[in-house]
Each structure stands twice: as C-alpha cells, then as structure tokens.
C-alpha cells in the first residue's frame, strides 16, 4: 500500500490519531508537523511517490533516509528501498539492470566467466553486436589501472560488443544528456574510488547515470565502477562521500575468505573476482563462476 510520497509507512504511525495527521498524501504535503519539501516535490512533478523519480534518492531524501541518527530511517535507506519496490510492484520501474563485478567478464587468463557474462548478454534488449555502450574509464589514474581499463574495454567485445558501437568517455567530456540516454550500456571500469566518485559529484554526471538507470538502461560496474553504486563510499559516511544508492547495502570488492565482514548499519557484500551482483528492486541477486 502506497501510504507516503518518501516511502515511509504511515499507516500504523501512533502520531495519526494523536495528532490528527492525515499523512502527506491526503493532506497534500501537510502533514501534522508543516509542509514537507519531499511531499511537495514529488506533487509538483506529478509523481505518486520518490520511487517514480529518475533521481532518488536526491540530497535530501538521503538525508533523512541515510544520515540523520535521530529521526532517519532504521535500517538505513529503507524509504529509499520502499520507493523502489513501489515502482518496480507497478511496472513503473524495475531497477533490474545494474550488474556489479569484482573483476569484470574474464578472469586474468582471458577466460569468460560465463555465468556473469550470461547475465550481461540477457540484461540487453537488443542483440550485443548492436548494443551502444558509454564506456567510462574515468576512475583509471594511475598505470595499473589504465592496463586493467583496457582489458575491460576487450573484455566487451569479446562478448560480441561491436567495438564501432562503444564511445570511450572521460566525466566531462561534452556530451548532451540526450546522446548520454541514447547508449543502451553505461559502464564503469575501476581504478580510484573516490577520484571518481568526486568528478561524478562535480560535473553532475551522477544525476545522469542515475537517469540512465530509470530509463531502464544497463548499469555495469567494475571495482570501483562497482563500489559507487552504494549508498557511501567513506568512513565514516558524510555526505560527501555519498553514492550512487543504486543497491542499499555495502560492498568490498576483491575479496577473499579471509576478508572479514565489517560492522555496518546495512549487509556488507564482500565480492570475489569471480562474482557479481545483480541488483532489482526486491534486493540483489549474487551470481558466481
């Protein structure tokens, strides 16, 4: 039942009958304490509820759902994740297509990890060798990085991706948002974390993957590409290092049985290199080879 435009449940809210609250939706945006901004926003743009929106969570759903101790949401996120199941319930969005990898589509011998690339080829709507990838190797400063980027780029195509359909694009170069949501595949390589998670916050390229992902488009990550897809990427969680929320839980990457689980407000996915998340809106699914 939807009950909210953030996704918190008020139907069993003691404050309803204390207070008389009619709840943001019935009271249009008014509920017992004052006019609530998120309530308002999504009445404007003439949405039922966040989970409609190409940019959940914004800043300050974030706030209230990720960073605010004293009234935000225990587990975190769960407004966001609310929202999300909302629209995927009613066909509006079904947040299905974001694939998160350790270590991409081939093991460090040219193997295919034919699980996780299965899982590719059946995300695209269309055959690969007509598939437009946005191939983004912005996270890669450093020499290691730049090598691993390039067999990411070859890993691609040999998963039948025609190397004429993928555009190498460094967060800023000019390129119009309409062009950016004409790619069927934007994918992440890895490299530093936070230097890419800066230039997405910088140039508003997060608002656009984000749209990207509305528009049912296919999110790949690799390590780092990987890890920005979470909620935060710091330690301790600010809004500064704010991610993508694409997946409301943790992840580490390259991981080994020796990895130890860290204490955190929400699961902490510790990903080998031959495994992967594929995120929907009910939660993620790990797929291994």
């Not at 609530?36 to 300050?60: F, T, W, Y």
């Not at 297509?97 to 990890?113: C, R």
């Not at 055959?127 to 090598?147: M, R, W, Y």
């Amino acid at each position: 039942m939807i009950d909210s435009r953030c996704g918190l449940h008020c139907t069993n809210c003691s404050w309803k009958e204390t207070h008389g609250c009619m709840g943001c939706i019935e009271s249009m945006g008014n509920p017992f304490h004052g006019e609530c901004s998120i309530a308002v926003c999504c009445q404007n743009k003439g949405l039922m509820h966040c989970g409609e929106c190409s940019n959940i969570p914004c800043s300050k759903l974030y706030q209230y759902s990720y960073l605010d101790k004293e009234h935000g949401d225990k587990p975190q996120g769960e407004r966001v994740t609310v929202c999300r199941k909302w629209a995927g319930e009613s066909g509006k969005m079904n947040w299905s297509k974001v694939l998160l990898t350790s270590a991409g589509f081939e093991d460090m011998d040219g193997n295919s990890k034919e699980n996780i690339t299965g899982c590719f080829l059946e995300l695209l709507d269309k055959p690969a060798a007509h598939t437009k990838v946005l191939f983004v190797p912005t996270a890669a400063i450093n020499k290691e990085a730049k090598k691993m980027a390039e067999y990411c780029y070859l890993e691609l195509v040999h998963t039948g991706i025609s190397a004429e359909n993928i555009r190498l694009y460094n967060i800023g170069d000019e390129l119009g948002e309409e062009e950016l949501l004409d790619y069927d595949v934007v994918y992440f390589t890895g490299g530093d974390t936070g230097y890419l998670l800066n230039r997405l916050r910088e140039t508003g390229f997060d608002s656009t993957v984000k749209k990207m992902v509305h528009h049912n488009k296919v999110y790949v990550g690799v390590s780092a590409g990987s890890l920005i897809a979470a909620p935060n990427i710091g330690d301790p969680f600010t809004e500064a290092t704010r991610g993508l929320c694409l997946l409301n839980a943790y992840l580490s990457v390259h991981c080994t049985e020796e990895t130890v689980e860290r204490e955190l407000p929400l699961p902490h996915i510790r990903l080998r290199d031959n495994q992967a998340l594929l995120v929907t809106y009910n939660g993620y699914i790990l797929i291994e080879d």
